[in-house]
């Protein structure tokens, strides 16, 4: 149980275009997930939390307007990159919160920005 | 301030070994503290912890919290190569969403 899936692992896209990436929890419904970002050899940075049904809470210095966060759904959240350049290549990884609070991860998605 | 700390850093041992990893933390409300595995790619959940001294196994992997003096540790027995990974401690924090904590992570080695 407690299967998170993100979709695409891996994409490639060339600047000022934009990606979304899809993060679904599988077996259970997730009112809360998370979105972080990950740098090589660093740790996860939480870069949003979404909630079911509202807007999602945007940590600091990260730009609302550039990675759009739709969570339609309590198995569904989305991440879009809008207008994204090579700065925005990363590790993006969700998780989806679970009952009492833990957080099951998704396998992560990489972006690489030409 | 709420922190979560883990030691060591880093570790590096001979497979068939024993290692323990510990996490110490100070969260406000204190709920739960998770424990996780991280390799090439996203974290994966291993053990959480809500009660003090009941002891979570699986396979060679065990662990336990102590509520009064604020740690966990996690044991790995028999250790083998693919153990290899960075070992994460995150207690959730509990604002309204309740973000995790995390430790800076143990990053271990296992040598063949």
């Known amino acids: 149980g407690a299967v998170v899936s993100q979709h695409p692992s891996w994409v490639i896209c060339k600047s000022g275009t934009s990606v979304k990436i899809e993060c679904r929890s599988l077996?259970?419904?997730?009112?809360?997930m998370f979105w972080y970002r990950q740098f090589p050899k660093q740790s996860l940075m939480l870069m949003a939390t979404?909630?079911?049904?509202?807007?999602?809470?945007?940590e600091q210095g990260v730009e609302k307007d550039k990675f759009l966060i739709n969570h339609a759904s309590l198995t569904l959240s989305t991440l879009t990159v809008t207008s994204a350049h090579p700065e925005d290549s990363s590790f993006y990884i969700c998780?989806?919160?679970?009952?009492?609070?833990?957080?099951?991860f998704g396998p992560g998605t990489r972006l690489t920005v030409t | 301030e709420d922190k979560v700390v883990q030691s060591p850093l880093s570790l590096v041992v001979h497979e068939g070994d024993t290692v323990t990893l510990n996490c110490s933390y100070e969260?406000?409300?204190?709920?739960?503290l998770l424990w996780y595995k991280q390799e090439k790619k996203a974290p994966t959940f291993l053990f959480m912890l809500t009660s003090s001294g009941i002891e979570k196994k699986s396979g060679r992997l065990s662990s336990i919290l102590d509520k009064k003096e604020l740690f966990s540790i996690l044991n790995i027995t028999a250790t083998q190569t693919g153990d290899s990974a960075i070992y994460l401690c995150?207690?959730?924090?509990?604002?309204?969403?309740?973000?995790?904590?995390w430790g800076a992570g143990t990053k271990l080695i296992i040598k063949p």
């Open positions: 995150a207690v959730p924090f509990m604002d309204s969403n309740y973000q995790l904590i």
């Open positions: 969260v406000t409300n204190f709920r739960s």
């Open positions: 998780s989806a919160q679970g009952s009492t609070y833990e957080q099951y």
């Open positions: 979404s909630n079911e049904g509202s807007k999602a809470t945007y």
């Open positions: 077996d259970f419904q997730a009112t809360t």
